[in-house]
């Protein structure tokens, strides 16, 4: 299933199972009446947001203002950086800049960024729009849903077109959190909304989602959702029982390299020549290793070093040989495609095009 | 400390810092009349190694074919990838190509990986010797004393130039523990010697270290060690008492974007700009958190996403403003320098150049 001249370590999409991914979620929305903003930061790549615009997402939401430039020069014309900016005079020139070229919305959670975005941003912002971010439980960035409309006072008194307010129900992101994080996320753009227009603001948008909640049925106030990951598939999303291992569409390849098998069969393991410097480190306290098998579920990878995993195998399955080739799923899947400049699109097997990264690293 | 005009977030490396830390190296070996070979990998950089070498460091090592590429495209002579290193087809080209510009060492722990090589690299490859990697109590690659004998004979028999053992006593990453390892570094290396040397093997190199056990006095067989970390500390070896706050040459520049200050003064709290996808998301269990603040130690990193580091601040100190720029020392240096593509070097305060990070993702 890896193809011959793909050298290891590196990233494979399955652009098959990547364009089911994205007409699922597409035709989800739909039905809910809901529209699809997909976050960007997950792939990072113009090639895969053309297609989920394609399939009927409205704009995407990018992390950073360097990660909305990409895109911008790419084409894309409605861009939301879901993200709590402080627009100091040098971000204000590249807003104001980016402005020119999409429509433009930012985060806000403060009257101090509020009074300083304002200011930067003078008079001329007629393209960037700004969201209030409110905290629905994963108390990371985000107002106090009372704390909203004075932030929003603060954004229209500097002269910003206040739009609505968004979300990020991250605490999605443990066993048995989605259908909770997803309550949470109604209340919060509920109470979010009704103070606001009690406060004669008009609400525009409600912005939430994370893959976890977003196909958790049931009613949800937000008028968009930013699912990222569900367009590639993870360990994390799979063990969260989010998505199959079918529907993963990332993998990476790698070698094995070096091999422990005792004669007594305790401990067998091998050694593959993907590290944390491919796959990212992130390891939730609930997952079970540092990323997955594809095609050897009961693996575990209990170790990863930068350019070393270190996968324990069951007992009862053959042991893979020196110089075998296998298809690690990471744990996050934004953090792989953050390490990588260009990525292999397969289908059937082949190799049917490259693309790049476009938007990696693009940090600030 | 932080210069005005740089963006944030973004890895700045204190050359005054980082010149006293080679010397102080490069020292500490020559007293102990120990080779220097430092690790590249956790720089990355051109000016860096060159640095080093200028030092007095033999060479440098590096972890895969693609890193030692690029270190001998920059003029590079001698290097070691200190890798079990599967030698298929393609990668025996390019190691060929490298033997043309440098001189060559790999690694190697298994019968298997020294038949492929030397199928593969043929009688062409004059420049490229091989180290027998032995284990000596890290347990990921490495063979067993006892198999080192077997595997120089394969490698022997399929035309390699065996020319010493090297190791990875990485082990030495846990408080407590460097010593300790140290001591299984030098009896692994050891008898790896003595059992190569009777039978009938030369021993030129006993290649060991890391930056943990470098600096332990004591008897070490090592004829050379290959600490990497140490040019630039990081909060690893800051809590592993491996290094001062003041021997910390990178940092990453932050901006305060949200800020949590509940009237009961419970749980203050900073959220800053760089997150996993700039200072990388190691976390070992006996760390304190996601890294450290250089300019108040007293503060704990206790949730990292991709774009967001929530950093609880102590009571007796006054809590940062929205806008404020803080400098974050990552766990593992490693990982910052191999997610960014430049770096600003700062002297006193000034930015005075950019440095490329010319092996960044160079993972095979």
Redo the contacts between chains.
């Keep these: 299933m890896i193809p011959d ?1 793909i ?4 990233v494979m999409i399955d652009v098959d199972v990547l364009d089911a991914n994205i007409a699922r979620m597409a035709s989800a929305m739909r039905t809910r009446g809901v529209r699809l903003r997909p976050h960007a ?1 997950t792939h990072k790549v113009l090639e895969i947001g053309a297609r989920q615009l394609a399939a009927g997402a409205v704009g995407l939401t990018v ?2 203002i360097g990660e909305a430039e990409v895109f911008a020069a790419g084409g894309v014309k409605d861009l939301f950086i879901a ?4 627009v ?1 005079a ?2 204000a020139h590249r807003l104001l800049a980016l402005g020119e070229a999409a429509a433009v919305r930012v985060g806000l ?2 009257v ?2 509020a009074v ?1 975005m304002g200011r930067n941003l003078g008079t001329g912002a007629r393209n960037v729009g700004v969201l209030v971010e409110v905290d629905s439980g994963h108390h ?3 107002a106090l849903p009372a704390d909203v409309v004075g932030i929003a006072r603060a954004a229209a008194d500097a002269g910003l077109p206040v739009e609505g307010a968004f979300t990020f129900p ?1 605490h999605s992101y443990a066993p048995g959190m989605p259908q909770h994080a997803m309550r949470d996320e109604d209340s919060a753009l509920t109470e979010a909304s009704s103070r606001l227009l009690a406060a004669g603001f008009d609400v525009a948008e409600l912005s939430g989602g994370s893959t976890p909640t977003a196909l958790v049925g049931g009613g949800n106030a937000a008028t968009e959702l930013r699912p990222g990951v569900y367009v590639l598939g993870d360990a994390q999303q799979y063990e969260l029982e989010r998505c199959a291992l079918s529907d993963i569409a990332l993998t990476v390849a790698a ?5 422990s098998a005792p004669p007594g069969g305790k401990s067998r393991r091998v ?1 593959v ?2 590290g ?3 796959l ?3 390891r939730a306290a609930w997952a079970t290793g540092y990323g997955r098998l594809l095609d050897e579920p009961a693996a575990r990878i209990v ?1 990863l ?4 995993a ?1 996968i324990e195998w069951p007992d009862d399955a053959v042991l893979p ?3 075998q080739r296998l298809r690690v799923v990471p744990n996050h899947v ?2 792989a495609m ?4 260009r990525v292999s699109v397969v289908r059937n097997g082949v190799v049917e095009d490259e693309w790049e990264v476009a938007a990696r ?1 693009r ?2």
């Excluded at 070698?255 to 091999?259: G, I, K, L, M, N």
């Excluded at 070093?305 to 070393?308: D, P």
């Excluded at 953050?338 to 400049?341: A, E, H, K, Q, R």
């Design positions: 001249w050298d290891t370590p590196s930061k992390a950073t993200y709590p900016l402080w100091d040098r971000r959670d403060s101090e960024s300083e990371r960035s985000g991250g070698t094995v390299v070096s091999r050694v020549d993907a944390s410097k491919i990212g480190s992130d170790a070093s930068e350019h070393h270190t040989g020196h110089g934004c953090l953050n390490l990588v400049d690293g940090n600030s």
